[in-house]
């Protein structure tokens, strides 16, 4: 098992009249802490991109138990659970500044060919440094 933690502070524009974020946010952090889980890796998307491979999201799923609050700091702790293969599933849990779990979620995302527009295994490189993880 692998697993990565970014912080984020929760900003004014990414908050509704109550001061809690929009529900649709939640997915930008999700995104922050895939790509911020990909660098501690040594990885990026772009290098990824430029390899020919790209990582589109195929399903999300969000349970929203308390909410992220303006100016908060909130932690994204993302796992992966197995080794990717065609699909790589992330699972998210965030936590607010107390330390409660207040969202949990999930993506999974392909990972595909760009000049076949086909489904393939990961970058080998992406591979070899998840391996420890799963050893």
Same mark, same amino acid.
């Given at each position: #098992?692998f =697993?990565h933690? =970014?912080?984020?502070?929760v900003?004014y *524009?990414? =908050?509704?009249?109550?001061?809690y974020m !929009? !529900? *649709?946010?939640y997915?930008?952090? &999700?995104?922050?802490g895939?790509?911020? #889980?990909?660098?501690? $890796?040594? #990885? /990026? &998307?772009?290098?990824?991109?430029?390899a *020919?491979? #790209?990582m589109p999201?195929?399903?999300?799923r969000?349970?929203y138990?308390?909410?992220?609050?303006y100016? %908060?700091e909130? /932690?994204?702790?993302?796992? $992966?659970? +197995?080794m990717? *293969?065609? +699909?790589i599933? @992330?699972? !998210?849990?965030? =936590?607010?500044?107390?330390? %409660?779990?207040?969202?949990?979620?999930? /993506? /999974? $995302?392909?990972?595909?060919?760009?000049?076949?527009?086909?489904?393939?295994?990961?970058p080998?490189?992406?591979?070899?440094?998840?391996?420890? @993880? @799963?050893?």
């Amino acid at each position: #098992m692998f =697993t990565h933690e =970014t912080k984020i502070r929760v900003r004014y *524009g990414e =908050t509704d009249q109550m001061g809690y974020m !929009y !529900y *649709g946010n939640y997915a930008e952090f &999700y995104e922050v802490g895939r790509v911020e #889980m990909l660098r501690s $890796l040594g #990885m /990026t &998307y772009r290098s990824m991109e430029e390899a *020919g491979v #790209m990582m589109p999201v195929l399903e999300m799923r969000c349970k929203y138990m308390k909410p992220a609050r303006y100016d %908060e700091e909130i /932690t994204v702790k993302v796992i $992966l659970e +197995k080794m990717p *293969g065609v +699909k790589i599933r @992330f699972v !998210y849990q965030l =936590t607010n500044e107390e330390n %409660e779990l207040i969202h949990e979620g999930e /993506t /999974t $995302l392909a990972f595909v060919d760009m000049k076949r527009n086909r489904p393939c295994m990961p970058p080998e490189d992406f591979q070899e440094r998840l391996r420890p @993880f @799963f050893a």
